[in-house]
């Protein structure tokens, strides 16, 4: 069964009275991917941060249900907080790779949630671990560079070993954070050929904020447009006109 992600009346103001996000009300089932599209500054970042409580929300619920399991993400804190992060992966934008560790090493970072800290420091983790990092290192076309440096490898690289890390936690639930933004048109299709297999594979539910409108209609299920801090549109790729995206995104001489 996948989990679940029920986001009730959202709020977040990084400025009393400024909120950026607006009563965000959103309901996540299933697997597949979800793409939030909507113009910069709007609050794509920050709901997918204040998910996984790297930003903390000013009002508002984050359920994650997984079976019988289920956490309010911004009342848990100390231990149960850190049960709950281990059960959402996060994709970033500028990769957040330990340059000065090897491909292995970093992915096996993936296990820390899981991992007593004095087992942690001493690199000790276990055999099935180093099992599933390899297997993951095969999918995603790097089992030559497991003993590579982090700061050697590409662009496209580093974002494959950054999926590959995520799902090394073995989530419920995977963030994607503007995967794409910082790579080139054919390497951008193919992280998000990549992401979407594996999280297919293993019923992983996505949620992915990006700008390329084309690229989110080819691989997400459902899509949801935001401006100015709130939803403003929820369908699928085929039910996305032009005049929808002016209204997420404003005008329409930038429309082809």
């Not at 090394?168 to 990549?194: F, G, N, R, Y």
């Not at 297919?200 to 447009?225: C, T, W």
Request: net charge neutral; hydrophobic share 40%; proline share 4%.
């Amino acid at each position: 069964m996948s989990a679940q992600l029920s986001i009730q009346d959202l709020t977040k103001s990084y400025q009393a009275g400024i909120p950026v996000l607006k009563g965000i009300n959103l309901e996540i089932t299933g697997d597949g991917v979800t793409a939030i599209i909507g113009p910069s500054g709007t609050g794509k970042s920050t709901l997918l941060r204040c998910i996984n409580r790297l930003v903390e929300p000013t009002s508002g619920r984050v359920l994650l249900i997984n079976g019988e399991t289920s956490f309010d993400l911004v009342k848990v804190r100390g231990r149960t907080l850190r049960r709950a992060r281990r059960q959402v992966g996060m994709v970033f934008q500028e990769y957040n790779l330990v340059e000065r560790l090897t491909v292995m090493e970093n992915l096996l970072t993936g296990r820390l949630g899981y991992t007593p800290a004095w087992k942690a420091w001493l690199r000790w983790f276990e055999a099935s671990d180093i099992d599933r990092a390899y297997d993951l290192l095969q999918k995603v076309g790097l089992s030559q560079l497991a003993n590579q440096r982090a700061d050697a490898l590409s662009g496209g690289q580093r974002q494959r070993v950054g999926i590959a890390r995520a799902l090394m936690q073995k989530p419920d639930l995977l963030l994607a954070d503007e995967p794409t933004s910082s790579l080139d048109p054919k390497t951008s299709v193919e992280i998000m050929e990549l992401m979407t297999e594996l999280t297919q594979a293993e019923g992983i539910p996505v949620v992915i904020n990006m700008h390329d409108v084309e690229l989110a209609k080819r691989f997400a299920h459902r899509i949801i447009g935001m401006s100015d801090g709130r939803i403003v549109f929820d369908g699928t790729s085929d039910q996305l006109t032009p005049e929808h995206l002016k209204s997420i995104y404003g005008g329409e001489s930038w429309l082809i």
